[in-house]
């Protein structure tokens, strides 16, 4: 009989939750709902700021209208995805979206991604608590594991994952293809047991006191997550 060296731990008491819905949830700066055919228009006018290069690493998109970014609802549906609006509390504009996919109730395992963020929500207040929001509500269900996942070569993506304390576990070599490219995946996750320290990260660099008064930050997250991280990666790229 195997001994306890051979095999995974036990989950005494760990039972599987129910499967991932499209939430509502205030924070201090942003507001997530579930994405609907009204919220498509003032999305695509947030995100036309951005340009296509938003689109670069995504299956999906650039679109020329907001009829046509309707696909993202269709491919929502037809993929199992679960797509939320990110609204700027402070102007009441949508200004991106994210989703829950991948969604694993039966291994309390799911993926936060599609992420599209106008440039007024890249490196905001609102675009991470957003991130706190989701990963918040899915260990609070009872979730065992919140997955991040890129193209390889998307630097940005992967210094945010890094950022947001996911730790990276590898990089899945010609996963997919995507708008006829190659695509390598870069992996991360965030576990219950990883989550405790995360979420005081999160909480500690979202409080008002962590801000100037011209709003810019005092100690930035990746300070207080790098530490946290397993594995951590070198740097990439500047």
């Known amino acids: 009989m195997p001994d306890s060296d051979t095999l995974g731990r036990p989950l005494d ?28 228009e003032p999305l695509f006018r947030s995100l036309a700021a951005g340009g296509a290069a938003l689109w670069t690493y995504l299956p999906i998109g650039p679109y020329a209208g907001p009829e046509d970014m309707m696909a993202i609802l269709a491919m929502a549906a037809a993929q199992g995805w679960k797509p939320l609006a990110v609204t700027d509390r402070a102007s009441g504009a949508v200004s991106g979206t994210l989703s829950f996919m991948r969604i694993d109730a039966a291994n309390g395992s799911a993926e936060i991604g599609a992420v599209i963020f106008s440039p007024h929500m890249q490196k905001s207040r609102i675009g991470t608590e957003a991130i706190y929001l989701m990963m918040r509500h899915m260990f609070e269900a009872g979730y065992r594991r919140c997955e991040w996942k890129c193209d390889a070569l998307n630097a940005a993506s992967r210094r945010a994952a890094l ?24 992996w991360f996750a965030c576990t219950d047991g990883d989550w405790p320290a995360v979420k005081a990260a999160f ?23 790098r530490p946290l991280l397993h594995r951590p990666e070198a740097p990439i790229g500047v």
């Open 203 to 225: 909480e500690t660099w979202l409080a008002p006191g962590n801000f100037d008064a011209d709003g810019r930050q005092k100690q930035p997250l990746s300070a207080l997550t």
């Open 163 to 186: 950022r947001y304390g996911f730790s990276p576990e590898g990089v899945f070599r010609q996963a997919a293809v995507v708008k006829g490219r190659n695509r390598d995946t870069a």
């Open 13 to 40: 008491g760990w039972t599987a939750p129910a499967p991932l819905q499209a939430i509502t949830a205030e924070g201090r700066y942003c507001r997530l709902e579930p994405l609907t055919r009204q919220g498509i």
